[in-house]
Nanobody
Framework: QVQLVESGGGLVQAGGSLRLSCAAS????????MGWFRQAPGKEREFVAV????????TYTDSVKGRFTISRDNTKNTVYLQMNSLKPEDTAVYYC???????????????WGQGTQVTVSS
């Protein structure tokens, strides 16, 4: 089992920044790829970014490229999502997830955090 706890969400104005953190515990963090997903009201959960172990491979969804940065600190068992130039359409609950495979599909992930709300005002 892997337990994931997100933090760092909040309310920010358009153009602002937030950094989300996801702390992992339980099984060895190092064998898992870590993904970020988000779900806006009335919409399906969508892929945001994924980082492999130990961090050499990264993929972003097109809408966040150049604005968001995913990273991981394997000494702290933590993955981060730095979000800059935020837009109102980034408003959603953000979830981190862990899986042994490297995937952009939410159904491939075995472990999920509880989510953290990000609200971007215009």
């Amino acid at each position: 089992q892997v337990q994931l706890v997100e933090s760092g969400g909040g309310l920010v104005q358009a153009g602002g920044s937030l950094r989300l953190s996801c702390a992992a515990s339980g099984r060895t963090f190092s064998i898992y790829s870590m993904g970020w997903f988000r779900q806006a009201p009335g919409k399906e959960r969508e892929f945001v970014a994924v980082i492999s172990w130990p961090g050499r491979r990264i993929t972003y969804t097109d809408s966040v490229k150049g604005r968001f940065t995913i990273s991981r600190d394997n000494t702290k068992n933590t993955v981060y999502l730095q979000m800059n130039s935020l837009k109102p359409e980034d408003t959603a609950v953000y979830y981190c997830a862990a899986d042994r495979s490297y995937s952009t599909a939410s159904q491939d992930y075995d472990y999920w955090g509880q989510g953290t709300q990000v609200t971007v005002s215009s």
